[in-house]
C-alpha cells in the first residue's frame, strides 16, 4: 500500500449490541501489547461521533438513521480528502454501517473511476429498512452503497415517511450525491454464510459474485484470490472491507455477530496480504471488534496479528 493514514470512526449506531464503540481502542490497546507501533508511525485522523446512550433509536425499521446519515456524512469528508491528499487508509471502524459513509467518500474522491469492493464477512448486509428483520443498520451498508431497496422481497408492509426519506438521503452521502455509489458486479463477498432469504435473493437476482467459506476449501483459497484479484486486476481503485466475523469463533468471539464455520486466522492473513498488496488497493476497513463480548482482548489482538504479518504500509 501507499502512503497511508489512519482513519477511526468508533460509531456503533449501527449494531444490535453495544461494545464495537471500544473495538479501535482494543486494537490500539492490542498494538501496544504486543510492541506494533503502526499508530506512532503513520498519520491518524479520528471522526467524532455521537454518544449513543443520549438518543433514542427512533423507529424500528432503521434504528439511528438519522443520526448515522450525520456519521457518514463526515465520515465521507474525512475519507475524500485522505484519498485525494495521495493517502491509501486503514479504517478502524465501530459498527459495519459506517463503511457506506467510507465508500461514499472513496466514490467521492474517484466520482469518474472504476471502483470496487471486496467484502469479507459472515454476512450479506445487503438489507434495507424494507426487508431488515432487526432494523440494525450495520445489516444495510451494501444495500446503501448499491442504492438497493429490495421491495419486491419486503418483509415490512409500510415504512414511515420520514424512513423513506433518510434513506434515500443516505444513499446520496456526499456533495455530489452520486447513487449507487457501484454496480453489482463491482462488488465482491467473501466468507458469507449467514444470510436471511431475502439476502441470497437480491445476490442472486443482481448477481452478486461470492465464495463461501467452503469455496476456500475447494477449490481452495490460492484459487480464490486469484481469481479475485485477475477480477479486479483493470480496476482504478479497490476497497477492502473485513468483519471479524468473517473468522470463525474459535480464533475469538469478540464480535457482535459470531457464526460457525468462518476463516482461521491463516485464512484470514493470506486474504488480506494478496488483496493489499495489489497495486490498485486504496483502503482497508476492520470493523465489528467488540472487547466486551471477548476475554483478554483476543479479538483485537488477532486484528493487531493480520495487520503485522499479512500488510505492509507506506
Avoid at 457501484?182 to 466468507?191: N, S
Amino acid at each position: 500500500m501507499q502512503r497511508t493514514k489512519i482513519l477511526i470512526c468508533s460509531s456503533e449506531l449501527g449494531a444490535g449490541v453495544r461494545g464495537a464503540s471500544l473495538g479501535p481502542d482494543a486494537i490500539r490497546i492490542a498494538a501496544v501489547n504486543n510492541f506494533y507501533n503502526i499508530f506512532e508511525r503513520l498519520h491518524l485522523d479520528e471522526i467524532k461521533v455521537p454518544m449513543l446512550n443520549r438518543y433514542s433509536p427512533e423507529n424500528k425499521s432503521a434504528k439511528y438513521i438519522k443520526l448515522i446519515a450525520s456519521t457518514h456524512r463526515k465520515i465521507c469528508k474525512k475519507m475524500c480528502a485522505a484519498l485525494q491528499a495521495g493517502y491509501s487508509t486503514l479504517i478502524l471502524s465501530g459498527d459495519h454501517s459506517n463503511a457506506a459513509g467510507f465508500i461514499a467518500g472513496f466514490r467521492e474522491a474517484y466520482p469518474d473511476k472504476k471502483l470496487g469492493v471486496i467484502w469479507i464477512d459472515a454476512h450479506g448486509d445487503i438489507h434495507s429498512p424494507y426487508t431488515s428483520p432487526s432494523g440494525n443498520m450495520h445489516g444495510m451498508p451494501v444495500a446503501m452503497v448499491l442504492g438497493l431497496d429490495n421491495t419486491e422481497h419486503r418483509t415490512r408492509r409500510k415504512l414511515k415517511d420520514d424512513v423513506i426519506k433518510s434513506w434515500e438521503k443516505i444513499k446520496m452521502t456526499g456533495k455530489q450525491k452520486i447513487t449507487p455509489k457501484l454496480l453489482p458486479e463491482d462488488f465482491i463477498y467473501i466468507g458469507i454464510r449467514d444470510l436471511q432469504e431475502q439476502e441470497w435473493d437480491i445476490i442472486h437476482e443482481k448477481n452478486i459474485k461470492y465464495y463461501t467459506p467452503d469455496h476456500l476449501k475447494k477449490p481452495g483459497i490460492e484459487k480464490v484470490i486469484e481469481e479475485v484479484t485477475a477480477y479486479f486486476a483493470d480496476y482504478d481503485g479497490i476497497y477492502i472491507s473485513f468483519d471479524v466475523d468473517s473468522m470463525d469463533p474459535s480464533v475469538s468471539v469478540g464480535t457482535g455477530t459470531p457464526v460457525p464455520g468462518g476463516l482461521t486466522l491463516d485464512q484470514a492473513k493470506k486474504l488480506l496480504k494478496a488483496f493489499t498488496n495489489m497495486p490498485n488497493c486504496k483502503a482497508l476497513e476492520i470493523t465489528e471488534v467488540n472487547p466486551i463480548l471477548d476475554t483478554d482482548n483476543k479479538m483485537a489482538t488477532a486484528v493487531v496479528k493480520i495487520l503485522r504479518e499479512a500488510v505492509t504500509f507506506g
